[in-house]
């Protein structure tokens, strides 16, 4: 599938989750296994051969993307997750979303210095959550070599925020 067919897949929903943000939907990409299995193969794609340790899924829906790519490039997967949700001993930094803050956790022994690391997200908006998740990689000492989203809105200006080079997403709105 191309890029503007797995578009086509997404819903737009205005106003959520409150007044003036337009959300995309990926939930009726997933709901298309033909669209859903295309998207992982081309996020996939251009991370085969970074030799990369381990593969990093933002909560929640870089874990939909993020897992099943960790899978076919042969590497652990590893969770950040919001404040609270993670058992073990954990570093945080708070961030900022379009909407508001909030906080973001990584174990403490999730990766080891000089690992390198894929990040994976849904979508890149005005790019704080991915910001910081690249902090939490840069206090364990990690290199991320790789930033990929199924989708980017480029008017909100995420990318600006991250590092030249390495980001990626199949589909821009």
Do not use: C, W
């Amino acid at each position: 599938m191309t890029p503007e067919q797995l578009a086509a897949k997404i819903r737009t929903i205005p106003d959520f989750p409150q007044p003036g943000i337009v959300f995309r939907d990926i939930t009726t990409l997933l709901q298309d296994a033909e669209a859903f299995s295309a998207s992982i193969d081309a996020m996939t794609a251009p991370l085969r051969g970074l030799k990369a340790d381990a593969l990093i899924g933002i909560e929640s829906r870089g874990f939909i993307f993020g897992a099943p790519i960790a899978r076919e490039l042969g590497i652990g997967f590893v969770p950040v997750r919001k404040l609270g949700k993670l058992p073990g001993e954990t570093i945080s930094i708070e961030y900022d979303l379009e909407y508001g803050t909030n906080v973001l956790q990584i174990h403490r022994d999730a990766l080891r210095p000089g690992a390198r690391v894929i990040i994976v997200d849904d979508v890149l908006a005005t790019g704080g959550t991915v910001a910081g998740t690249l902090k939490l990689v840069e206090q364990l000492g990690a290199i991320p070599v790789a930033i990929s989203f199924l989708a980017e809105l480029p008017a909100l200006g995420g990318r600006a925020r991250l590092p030249d080079g390495i980001v990626s997403a199949l589909i821009a709105f």
